[in-house]
């Protein structure tokens, strides 16, 4: 069985020994938890790397209302 880690040269033996030692660290109640808040985090991460920051927003605003003033001058 082929898996597709190879920029981590991971196997499947490696990844199940992996995943025992998690399993033995946080235990089977822990383990839904913990997959829980690391899901959210991931989720907050993509949305915070995909949203405009302020900084952003008030650049565009800056530079639409000068595109506004420059048309209704013409």
Same mark, same amino acid.
């Given at each position: 069985?082929?898996?597709?880690?190879?920029?981590? +040269?991971? *196997?499947?033996? @490696?990844?199940? %020994?992996?995943?025992? %030692?998690?399993?033995?660290?946080? *235990?089977?109640? $822990?383990?839904? @938890?913990? /997959?829980? &808040?690391? *899901?959210? /985090?991931? #989720? @907050?991460? #993509?949305? *915070?790397?995909? !949203? !405009?920051?302020?900084? !952003? $927003?008030? @650049?565009?605003?800056?530079?639409?209302?000068?595109? $506004?003033? +420059? $048309? &209704?001058? &013409?």
């Amino acid at each position: 069985m082929f898996t597709n880690f190879a920029f981590l +040269d991971l *196997g499947a033996p @490696e990844l199940i %020994i992996i995943l025992a %030692i998690v399993l033995l660290l946080f *235990g089977g109640k $822990k383990l839904p @938890e913990l /997959s829980k &808040s690391l *899901g959210e /985090s991931m #989720r @907050e991460l #993509r949305k *915070g790397l995909h !949203d !405009d920051t302020p900084a !952003d $927003k008030t @650049e565009k605003t800056a530079t639409e209302n000068k595109d $506004k003033e +420059d $048309k &209704s001058a &013409s």
